[in-house]
């Protein structure tokens, strides 16, 4: 499993760690379905050139083909590398689909539906959720 160089390579990237586990999780940017060049990409800003990280669209710098945020990120795979409770240190490559799954929310003490990426420990089947964080 390769890792990234930079954050310029990922469309996400994340670390998550709590007193049993810990998992870093990162998607490579995926290649223009249309020109097969370019790796697809948040449309830029013309004046800062920096990206337009709240844009619902991903647009290759190539052809300027472009594609919407839900769809696109569908077809991405996220790889996976883990350390489990259990000891088990691992890696596993999954679908970057994010589910609505029930969470306990300590600060509120209620349960909630938040999105997250779901995949289970190779050795013990413990249940590991990525959420994404909220603000």
Same mark, same amino acid.
């Given at each position: 499993?390769?890792?990234? *160089?930079?954050?310029?390579?990922? /469309?996400?990237?994340?670390?998550?760690?709590?007193?049993? @586990?810990?998992?870093?999780?990162?998607?490579?940017?995926?290649? =223009?379905?249309?020109?097969? %060049?370019?790796?697809?990409?948040?449309?830029?800003?013309?004046?800062?050139?920096?990206?337009?990280?709240?844009?619902?669209?991903? /647009? =290759?710098?190539?052809?300027? $083909? +472009?594609?919407? *945020?839900? *769809?696109?990120?569908? +077809?991405?795979?996220?790889? %996976?590398? $883990?350390? =489990?409770?259990?000891?088990?240190? @691992?890696?596993?490559?999954?679908?970057?689909?994010? !589910?609505? /799954?029930?969470?306990?929310?300590?600060?509120?003490?209620? !349960?909630? @539906?938040?999105?997250?990426?779901?995949?289970?420990?190779?050795?013990?089947?413990?249940?590991?959720?990525?959420?994404?964080?909220?603000?």
């Amino acid at each position: 499993m390769r890792e990234p *160089k930079s954050m310029d390579e990922c /469309v996400y990237f994340t670390k998550r760690k709590d007193s049993e @586990s810990f998992a870093k999780v990162w998607v490579f940017k995926g290649q =223009c379905p249309e020109c097969k %060049i370019g790796l697809m990409g948040k449309p830029r800003d013309s004046k800062t050139g920096r990206a337009k990280i709240r844009s619902n669209d991903y /647009v =290759c710098p190539e052809c300027n $083909y +472009t594609a919407e *945020k839900s *769809k696109y990120e569908e +077809t991405l795979t996220a790889s %996976i590398q $883990y350390e =489990c409770k259990c000891g088990n240190k @691992s890696g596993i490559e999954v679908p970057f689909k994010r !589910k609505k /799954v029930m969470r306990f929310d300590e600060e509120d003490q209620k !349960k909630r @539906s938040v999105d997250a990426l779901v995949f289970n420990c190779s050795k013990c089947d413990q249940r590991f959720l990525i959420t994404k964080k909220m603000k």
